[in-house]
């Protein structure tokens, strides 16, 4: 972890998750081992029952980052998606 330390912001926020882990595993030691997934598939949602998007690099299949990124390009390219109208009323 310490590609991290040496930026303040970054060492607080891994200490507060270190801190929200410490609590969870003490509350269930076998969280890791039950932990369900999460609606949104976040896995910092799974393990540490938050959402943080603002330092979360680790996982590049997230479906968030995804649509972030789906959504700046559809901006870039200057595209805009329309539905169609349900024809099955």
């Not at 943080?52 to 968030?64: K, Q, Y």
């Amino acid at each position: 972890m310490s590609w991290g330390v040496e930026h303040q912001q970054k060492r607080k926020d891994i200490q507060e998750l270190m801190e929200i882990a410490s609590r969870i595993m003490k509350e269930n030691p076998n969280h890791v081992n039950e932990v369900s997934k999460s609606k949104n598939d976040c896995w910092m949602e799974q393990m540490y029952l938050i959402q943080r998007c603002d330092f979360c690099d680790l996982s590049p299949g997230c479906p968030t980052r995804e649509e972030k990124e789906w959504q700046e390009y559809l901006t870039k390219n200057n595209i805009v998606i329309e539905k169609s109208p349900d024809k099955t009323a």
